[in-house]
């Protein structure tokens, strides 16, 4: 439950965004910090005039000050993007008849490629790498695993129950994001290593249902999923970036490169629209270019 603020109008707005569009807390404490800073941006320099009479100048004044902080474009770009859905639930409530968004632009950001480990590495981590000994070490094995295999999220896996999981089919039922599900084909003998994971679970874990746990019996916590999958990606990869979300980045573009249906990809990442699922189109360019310019006589 996301805390009240001292903005009734916000505390609406919040209500409407956990309760009817079943947002994560994650993306709650992301609105509601964007929110809450320019509120109090608003008391401190208008006076605290009412929303309604909240200008675009205002917004565009708040937005230079974080500029010239040196806040980065993507960041800038997510709080306009909080203040635009605040006051188009402000016009669907009959609170207002135009949004003083409507003149504030977005600044452009460059595009980053999704960095991904390369199949190779993949493969090395997977089969050569000695993982930590016991329970411990399985596990993380078994975590690394099904990211690379579902490109399933962090938050995805850490919740994932055994009751989502049919092992005779081959599948795993994932709740995404805005409670979305959606269903995730495994290998064979992936659903086999699961069924044997679930099966020497230690006894300290009967009651608890989450998929993976610890020796202790209790649910991953996303800090410690975080800290393993680094350090073994470290032992595989220079990548600067080394989180549970670049082997998700690693499923989706080396379906991509082994010529995978964009739409496909797009269902199996539970992506809302195409346009999310299209930036790996570009590391299947850049990995075309890479062969091209080895191959070609002329390259």
Same mark, same amino acid.
Request: charged share 20%.
């Given at each position: ?9 916000? #505390? ?44 675009? *100048? /205002?917004?565009?004044?708040?937005? $230079?000050? /974080?500029?010239?902080? @040196?806040? *980065? ?27 003083? /968004? @409507? ?7 460059? !595009?980053? =490629?999704?960095?991904?480990? $390369?199949?190779?590495? /993949? ?51 994932? =709740? ?50 975080? %800290? ?9 990869? *220079?990548?600067? !970036? ?26 199996? =990442? ?12 570009? #590391? %299947? ?15």
């Amino acid at each position: 439950m996301i805390s009240q603020t001292r903005y009734t109008p916000l #505390n609406a707005f919040l209500a409407y965004l956990q309760f009817e569009k079943r947002y994560s807390m994650h993306t709650l404490t992301a609105y509601s910090n964007d929110l809450i800073q320019f509120f109090d941006f608003v008391e401190t320099q208008y006076e605290g005039i009412p929303f309604t009479q909240i200008t675009g *100048t /205002m917004v565009r004044s708040w937005l $230079a000050g /974080m500029k010239e902080e @040196e806040m *980065t474009g993507k960041t800038l770009n997510r709080k306009i993007s909080s203040l635009k859905s605040f006051f188009k639930y402000q016009i669907q409530q009959g609170q207002l008849t135009k949004s003083p /968004m @409507e003149t504030v632009i977005s600044p452009k950001v460059n !595009k980053r =490629l999704p960095a991904f480990v $390369a199949e190779n590495d /993949m493969e090395q981590l997977l089969t050569n790498l000695t993982f930590a000994e016991g329970w411990k070490g399985y596990t993380e094995k078994m975590v690394i695993q099904l990211f690379y295999a579902t490109g399933m999220r962090l938050s995805e896996l850490i919740h994932c129950k055994e009751t989502q999981l049919d092992i005779s089919k081959r599948i795993i039922k994932v =709740l995404g994001k805005g409670n979305k599900e959606r269903i995730l084909p495994i290998s064979p003998s992936l659903a086999d290593e699961l069924k044997k994971y679930i099966h020497e679970k230690p006894s300290v874990a009967a009651g608890n249902l989450h998929l993976f746990v610890t020796e202790k019996g209790k649910a991953l916590q996303p800090r410690a999923v975080y %800290t393993f999958v680094k350090f073994y990606l470290s032992q595989v990869t *220079t990548l600067q !970036k080394k989180s549970p979300h670049v082997l998700r980045h690693s499923f989706a573009t080396h379906l991509m490169n082994n010529g995978a249906d964009l739409n496909a990809v797009k269902e199996l =990442l539970g992506h809302a629209s195409l346009a999310a699922t299209q930036v790996y189109t570009h #590391n %299947t360019i850049e990995k075309l270019k890479e062969v091209f310019a080895k191959a070609h006589p002329k390259a």
